[in-house]
């Protein structure tokens, strides 16, 4: 005699909450405008709509001004919130903002990275250079963590995340100041590299993680 089938019961089906896709709108739409703001500012300094000789005052450079800053603080606020890292918007934004800038409307030097007219520019570039790409270096730095360490305090060690994100900041930083020096060459950067990996490895060997 068989027993008679037991009637299945329906499989709830995951509940996705409303909280859930209003908190991920004001997310892409920061993301969206942060877009169209890299867009516009390189758009505007590719098509060279804007340049040194333009007056202070000429709507294109405030345009391009706004844009810039823009950029800078709607790419790296949502980061510095995200990751809770004091002064990483202030250090990305102002980096953003005068990297753009300085490109835009400083002539470019022509002699090396000694002659007096042109040291502060190099100078003035190539601290913009390290202050925006150590900013933007820090999230990919904090997010390789997980699989390039396999103690939990070096993964989430955001202390980590920054120490390196500056070293790449120094890197680009001295790659503008060989470019100065008119001694940049592959050897050189790779020199470079090198260094700043040796000097990595010394940190992660005697420098303690942070609790």
Known sequence: MTTPAQPQMPTAE?????????????????????????AGSLTLLALGAVGPLQPITAPERLIFSVLALGAGLLTFVPIQRQLQVPGLALEGTAG???????????????????????????????????????????????????????????????RRARRQAHEIGALAALCIGLAG????????????ILILIVTELLFLSFVETET
């Open 14 to 38: 995951p509940v996705r909450s409303k909280g859930e896709g209003a908190s991920r709108r004001p997310a892409l739409l920061l993301a969206a405008a942060a877009g169209l703001c890299w």
């Open 96 to 158: 953003t903002f005068l990297l753009l800038y300085t490109l835009t409307f400083v002539p470019a030097p022509t002699g090396w990275l000694l002659s007096p007219p042109d040291a502060p520019v190099y100078a003035l570039l190539a601290a913009a250079t390290f202050w925006c790409v150590s900013a933007l270096a820090t999230w990919p730095a904090h997010a390789a963590g997980p699989r390039i360490f396999r103690q939990r305090a070096r993964q989430y060690d955001l």
């Open 181 to 192: 020096l008119r001694v940049l060459t592959l050897f050189g950067v790779g020199l470079l």
